[in-house]
């Protein structure tokens, strides 16, 4: 199977800290199927490192309070561009990202608490009834 999967889980330095966040078994999951790394925040023009944000209300602001909106809606709508040309099965995101958490992302008063929600790249993709995974999900695909 073919799947978009956000880059820092493939060991990629572009989380905002400039680090990455490897997944245990990604090299079996390479094996087993096509993988084509993405980073939303970078592909939106943010750089690494970046101040982190989080969503507020409708928006991703910085923690020093700028808005990023803009860069994250426009890295999202490159990410959904790529998944359509490239014919992927799905999504594999990192979970708790403003623009790739899935189902729970930080709550937006920088203090580390988590509430429900979806990053902005995760709910473009689930608007489009995409199949999201997550890296906690990764044991159940190296049985596909
Ligand atoms: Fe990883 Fe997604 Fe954040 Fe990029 S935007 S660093 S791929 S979690």
Redesign the pocket.
């Known amino acids: 199977m073919k799947f978009l999967i ?4 493939l060991g ?1 330095p ?3 800290d400039g680090k990455s ?1 490897p997944s245990e078994q990604i090299e079996e999951l390479m094996l087993r199927h096509t993988l084509i ?6 592909a939106g023009g943010l750089p ?1 490192p970046r101040t982190p944000c989080e969503i507020v209300g409708a928006k991703v602001i910085s923690k020093n309070g700028e808005d990023r909106t803009l860069q994250y809606m426009n ?1 999202a709508k490159k990410c959904l561009e790529l998944f359509k040309k490239e014919g992927c099965d799905g999504v594999i ?2 979970t708790k ?5 899935k189902g729970l992302v930080y709550d937006g008063s920088f203090g580390g608490t988590l509430t429900s929600g979806d ?1 902005i ?1 995760a709910k473009l993709f689930k608007f489009y009834g995409i199949k999201i995974y997550t890296e906690e999900d990764i044991p159940l695909l190296l049985n596909r």
């Open positions: 956000s880059a820092c889980i990629v572009c989380r905002y966040k790394p993405i980073c939303p925040e970078t690494t890295g995101l990192k990202s403003p623009s790739c958490g990053g790249t």
